[in-house]
């Protein structure tokens, strides 16, 4: 039984409690926090607020959103450094692929700076788990994702 546990350990590569896709871990806040802290929360855990890089990214991120039943959750990106333009924190990488609902971002649209990126998919945009930038001070689940190799946002 250890032996076969310690296997599957190794075919995984992820720490208990975060998931193995493609050649990163992620795991799945059980706890709302701020973007802030939920950004230091992951690097105390050696990863970064998840950035969702393609399509198929995004579609396993909403798989452990609803798996999770947590429906607004944030992710690594912020339009901090230049209003507008979203960047994939805390490297600055530029953001290739998006998924920004219609509207969006709006950064706030009058009521106060948005600068801090999710993925909602409550009814408030309609379930469909498009992106929106919200107050950085807002208490949300939050996904961390842990890359093989420290580089690997800027290659991947
Ligand atoms: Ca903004
Ligand atoms: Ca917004």
Redesign the pocket.
Known sequence: MAAAVGHLLVVLGCPLGWTKHGSACYHMSSEKESWFHGMTMCQIHGSSLASVLSQEEQNFIVGLMKHSHNSVVWLGGT?WTL??AFVWEPYGDKMNYTHFGSGE?N?GDGRG???CLLIDGSSHKDHAYVWD?RDCDDSHYYVCKQMDDITGNLVG
């Open positions: 339009d209003e507008g971002p950064n700076e948005e600068n930038d």
